[in-house]
């Protein structure tokens, strides 16, 4: 059986899964919150338009109606776990995803070093037809995730996003992950309109730097370039700060930019970023080597890479992160880790339809049920797709650990 | 978290709740107005000397940094001289002399009040260099604001430009795209400025400089302090005038204090070029740079330093140590003993008969043996005619390392003072 995600009155999307909690995801923010089953029930009739009366007042900052308080006002600090990490005894235990990311396009501007969907990416997969994203859209939404993340390659290359976004809007949370780098104002008012969460990449605060991950593809057309990554990311974060569009910054942290992090988000608390995200760079089969380069450390004589060594660059940034966060950023400004050693902790489909996690055997894009590849089960979701990494990577659950 | 103690501490703790790191000031900077000090500073220890020279006239400072000794000195009425060849930091004693921050006051109050532009409908600028024109041209106009208001408020109508970029420098790393080096006080060019509410922090900034200054004036018993831009190495100064000298050379850690002010000397060098009538001395050979391609070969002629280049060339090391050591560590650890002999041969033209100086010094270790910068001066000034001792010696560790997380030997640092007498 399958629990009903619902848009509630207040525009907060909310799924209750029976003793477990329940699960809200705001778009205003692009935040998703675990409430604990003790609070689960009135929580949801205070988001319906009921009483706060029984709602923890920690609840209700988080979570508010959209926001209960004004943007400036909210803190958001460690794991998304209401009223608090302690009222969960253990990790929430997930029966349905909590998000899909969507990779809905092959094409991209740009070539990243670190990009993990290289193989469902370009010439590799077939592009869809309008009609196909609309049958993609209703596959999706049959497994009820709080939010769907529309990605790529960059979204915006698609010309089929707009049909994607009304097939999904009101139905489930939306947020589109993109470079920025062709992004114009009237994307941004569509999103607006929608209640669509924008996710943009910013690996460094210096052009080289991020330019060098992030870099201009080599087979976009001349007239289609229009500067270095970063620039443009930048214009970017103007135009959705400018139409007050929930905007979120995600940062690969690297052995390139792993030093520059703590000043990176210092300068994003200032421009009014509200969430931050940083990810560990994930191993891609097909770019092994540019992976190791980017993490750093050594491979042994067998070209197997030392773990020992893996998450040298990590450690220590991280902990300056959440200490900085504590210290500086959080009247703002959220910050979400991601350092999850579970790669199966995704669900991607393929702009062809086909939903694929990531093998925890270093193979690759493997498909979720290879007899129904677009409409796989719950029971091969759950086997198949790491349930606790899942929800470690969307609750922010490695803050601080 | 601790309570303050000290007025001091107090002062501090207020400075950063008021000028916190997302005000995107420069680190060296936030911790000048908040303690006073900053990266191998004056500390406590060192102010007991000043207090033997009580009596001796002027204090001479040959090397004299952010101007510490000024700060202690004047706390007891001695005057100082003191010479700094780094602009930014000679700039910093400027403002920060008694004599300029009792005119202050008022010139910052008109400051806080007078609209500049903003770069229209953009929140950031990024650049891979330190000024991009946004930034540069924001600047310029801030400069010549102040410059306006110290001429008229002030009555600083000479060296105006001088003392407005002395003002503006601990602001302009705001403006500026630069990114805090690794593990190090330098610095790396290129990075996001943001633009949207600079004001906001540039009032921040005035408001607590105000209060800096303000101590400065009532701390400070005595008002003829000297400051002045130039190499000790060949600066003039005045013959046999000096009874008492308390200074610190920069030490041979690798740290360049041209590159801790990378972006303020570029911002100078940028004015400069662009007709401004500042200038200063190059401070692209200050003593300890780590650009050794900039120097020019010299050997120091003192036993201890050519008994520690022997020793360290015949170490058994790797290939690629070898190496580094031919490139880079044996050409800059030679300049350096050669430039402090130049520097306090010259120095040494200044003292008086009855010449009595501290030289406080850290002597850290090179591939595990100590490099004797101490046992260097002392021979220095031996050469030079002088009586020579150290008269103090104290271990410390992690003063002044590079790697905070280093270990046994390479930990391990030994503050002396080195007695000079003539």
Redesign the interface.
Known sequence: MINETVLTNSGVYARIEPRVGLFCFSPTTCLLFAVAESESRSTLQWLQGGHATQVSEVTQARLGKGWSKSKTQVQIEGRQLLPSAESWGNLPILRQPLAINWLITGRCPLACRYCYAEDLMRSRVQEPERVDVQRIADAILRYSPLYVVLTGGDPLFSPFLQTAIESLSGRTGIIVDTSAYTLTKRHVESFRDHGVGVRISVDS?????NDSQRIVYSELPLGARRGGA??RA?RG??LC?DADVSLTIQTVATKKNA??L???G??L????VKSWRVFKVAPSQLRMSEYLLLVGGKTDKGGTYSSRKKDGPYKFVFKNLVE?HRL??KSSMALQLTMSESPNSVVLVSADGRFFTESNMGQGKVLIDPRSPRRPSMSSLATMVDMSGHASRYLNLEYGS | MTTPHTPEDRFGAAVASRLPRTTLLRESYRSLLATGRTYAAFTKQERAYVERLVDRGVILDPMSGYGGLMMESAKIGIDSYNLEMNPPQHLWQVLTNRRIAERMPGAIGKLMSIRKRNVAGKRTVCSDTFFPDECYDLLCDLLSAIEDVLSSEAGLKREAKKFAAALLLPFSGRLCCCTPGDNSAHVKEGGICVLKDWRTDFHAYLEVLLQFLHRVSTESQSSRHENYNGDARIFEFPKKRFRSMLTSPPYPNHRDFEAIFRPENELLRKLSQDGNTISFVDPSAVIGTNIVSRLSPSTPTVPSAIKFMDKISTLKRTKQATYDDAVYYFPYLREYFAALESAYSNVSKAAASDFLGYIVVVNNTHRGVVVPVAEAIVDIWKKLGFSSRIEHAEESFHLGTKNPRAKGIRARHTEYVVEVRR
């Not at chain 1, 608390?269 to 009014?272: E, Y």
């Open positions: 605060a210096r052009p080289k730097v970063l620039e930048l974060i103007d700060l030093n520059d703590v000043d990176l210092d300068r608390f200032r421009m009014g900085s500086h950023w």
